[in-house]
């Protein structure tokens, strides 16, 4: 009898073990969170004036270089030079250092390495908290940027430093987004 509630237990512990961490990977893979293109004044004008030409690009850098971040959702106008990413960070983040208090922003700012040229957020766009992830739908303007442009994301880390991630390889070229009449609709 004893046996069997024994191995009721582990049975059961292991069990549950096995669903923390697959919901764990879940939550951790979702990158779904302001993850679609906003349609900003910007990128409204660039569509009713006729020349709505919206790029994107994989992000093949799963973090960024000492993981405190991900980047995904890039979208970027070469009409109205606007860039738009998602970033999202972990809350364990603010335990890292003492110069950073709980709930703090931090700043970003894109590279293109190709050129040489930086460009700070011109806005946060949307901001969202699920579980232990912060998210920012970050807005860039005046970019410049092709096919042949290498671009990196970099985070600064009060007390840590920066943490950068290349959200475009130099090799690698943008895709043109196809523009649904819904995102047209949402314009006008």
Do not use: H
């Not at 009898?1 to 764990?24: E, G, H, Q, Y």
């Not at 931090?106 to 908290?129: A, C, M, P, R, W």
């Amino acid at each position: 009898m004893v046996k069997k509630i024994v191995k009721r237990v582990l049975v059961f512990i292991i069990f549950a073990i096995c669903a923390l961490l697959i919901w764990r990977v879940i939550v951790l893979s979702d990158k779904s969170k302001l993850s679609t293109l906003e349609i900003t004044d910007s990128i409204s004008q660039t569509i009713k004036s006729g020349e709505a030409k919206v790029l994107t690009s994989d992000i093949y850098q799963e973090l960024s270089a000492s993981g405190y971040f991900c980047a995904y959702g890039l979208y970027y106008d070469p009409v109205s030079k606007e860039l738009q990413i998602t970033v999202r960070w972990n809350d364990s983040i603010y335990k890292k250092s003492s110069s950073i208090s709980d709930g703090a922003e931090f700043d970003f700012f894109i590279s293109n390495e190709t050129s040489g040229n930086k460009y700070e957020v011109f806005s946060i766009l949307k901001s969202d908290k699920n579980l232990m992830y912060n998210y920012r739908k970050l807005i860039f303007t005046g970019v410049e940027a092709e096919d042949s442009s290498q671009i990196s994301l970099t985070m600064k880390i009060p007390g840590i430093g920066e943490d950068s991630q290349t959200l475009k390889y130099d090799d690698q070229p943008f895709s043109e987004m196809m523009l649904n009449d819904s995102m047209l609709k949402s314009s006008k």
